[in-house]
């Protein structure tokens, strides 16, 4: 009797287990996102304070500060959005994970584990504090968020000694020039627009499918001249095959506005089989060939690797992206003149979210193979000693706990454009088209202020996302 309530007690935590650990990070906020799709930003961030117990635990922590952050900027309040990008950055300094908590994800999954946040979700932070300050033109910080965007960026490079990995981003050298730019430092803006070329040039190109931006051009031109860079202005000039007239740029007015545009994907998961495949003397291969996988195996005690022989393949699960298709596929600016300027691509932030979990890959699928193939193997070995009830109970276990981490920061937007307009003093407003998939046009007015050099325009509409 005892054993029949043991065995259904552990049972029902499995299974309360599973139907937490089956939904996705998305899935468990769902409420969250639903009160943002719809700008309900005050509803949304009380939604936070209601769970904020459950999010600040230390695992979820890192991520109710950059939600937090993020609606707070979509809600225009920047004072109170750079405390919790502080916070989010204070954690991310100071984070370090302990040996318990690889243990427990050895036995469960990795999701609870301390989210200590994707590479690029590092990096941009800093954007969105950078974002906020240029709001409160506040230069200097604006500039030294700009510059940990760089340092967050070494971090990688240190880390990734191969190439093809993402470990240069050219958007944050591109925002450092544009805030040098506003305060005048032509030779310093010149040299980190010239840095940000290098990058969109070679990695952008390669992996993210992202052009140089034309404006990048031009206000490399523009900063060579101001700087009195006569050769490199007659190079840059020839190489990008462009006829400009310098003196314009002396006394020419701008002001630059930046479009988040959409969202950036989501993380779900999806399930791989791999078979095990007998050598010699304890030695097994674990093997996707659709893949291309081989993953080496040996034990030398003796009833494991008798197991192992009459054990046919494991199904493991991975985490992966899904894109929230853009609703938008470009957008103008049109001043007082009703001449039109065209948004440019500075950062596809979903190129980069694909191409980051495709760096790490190997080492997801490696701990996800072990992690699956220690708990199958455990089931395996109490079926075959008869323990019906106990091979159950791991089975079941094993079955619900095995998911992949799919917690993101999923209020990024999906791309990062920008437009420089010139303007002059009779400027007080301008206004935005958005051009949509089926060929519509969205439009808003913006208004403009006589000191104002940044605007910051979200659009967080998106078009097929299915979780």
């Given at each position: 009797m005892l054993k029949s309530k043991l065995f259904l007690g552990l049972c029902s935590m499995f299974l309360m287990l599973g139907l937490v650990s089956c939904m996705s990070y998305y899935q468990q906020n769902d409420a969250l996102m639903q009160a943002v799709y719809n700008e309900n930003y005050s509803k949304a961030l009380s939604l936070m304070d209601e769970k904020s117990k459950m999010a600040t635990v230390k695992r979820n922590r890192l991520l109710y500060y950059l939600n937090k952050g993020s609606v707070y900027t979509l809600n225009n309040q920047p004072d109170s959005s750079l405390i919790y990008f502080r916070k989010a950055d204070y954690f991310i300094e100071d984070f370090s994970k302990n040996s318990t908590e690889y243990i427990e994800t050895m036995v469960t999954n990795k999701s609870y584990s301390t989210y200590e946040g994707e590479d690029f979700e590092k990096v941009l932070l800093h954007y969105y504090a950078a974002m906020n300050y240029l709001q409160l033109n506040n230069l200097d910080e604006a500039l030294i968020e700009a510059k940990r965007m760089l340092l967050k960026m070494q971090k990688n490079t240190d880390k990734y000694q191969s190439k093809n990995k993402y470990k240069r981003d050219a958007f944050a050298h591109h925002l450092l020039g544009i805030i040098y730019d506003a305060q005048g430092a032509y030779n310093d803006a010149f040299i980190a627009y010239r840095n940000a070329l290098e990058v969109y040039t070679t990695d952008y190109q390669q992996f993210f499918s992202t052009e140089v931006p034309l404006q990048l051009k031009?206000?490399?031109?523009?900063?060579?001249?101001?700087s009195g860079f006569k050769e490199e202005f007659d190079k840059y000039q020839e190489d990008f095959k462009l006829q400009v007239q310098p003196q314009k740029y002396a006394s020419q007015k701008q002001v630059l506005v930046f479009w988040n545009n959409g969202l950036c994907p989501v993380k779900d998961q999806s399930s791989i089989n791999f078979l095990i495949v007998p050598q010699q003397n304890g030695a097994y291969q674990i093997v996707n060939a659709e893949l291309g996988i081989s993953i080496p195996y040996y034990t030398s005690d003796k009833k494991t690797n008798a197991d192992l022989l009459d054990m046919r393949f494991i199904r493991i699960v991975i985490p992966k992206y899904v894109s929230?298709?853009?609703?938008?596929?470009?957008?103008?600016?049109?001043?007082?003149?009703?001449?039109?300027?065209?948004?440019?691509l500075a950062e596809n932030i979903d190129a980069i979210a694909f191409k980051s979990l495709s760096d790490r890959m190997l080492k997801e699928l490696g701990e996800s193979l072990l992690r699956t193939f220690l708990k199958q193997l455990a089931v395996y070995q109490a079926e075959k000693n008869k323990k019906d009830g106990l091979a159950f109970a791991v089975s079941l276990y094993g079955a619900l706990s095995e998911q992949a981490d799919t917690r993101n920061w999923q209020l990024l937007p999906s791309q990062i454009q920008y437009v420089r307009v010139p303007i002059d003093s009779s400027t007080k407003q301008l206004t935005f088209k958005a051009q949509t998939v089926e060929g519509n046009t969205n439009s808003m007015q913006i208004n403009i202020r006589g000191d104002e050099k940044f605007k910051f325009i979200q659009t967080i509409d998106f078009n097929g996302f299915k979780p």
């Open positions: 031009h206000d490399i031109l523009r900063t060579a001249y101001l929230r298709k853009l609703k938008y596929t470009s957008a103008s600016i049109t001043a007082n003149n009703n001449a039109q300027f065209q948004f440019q």
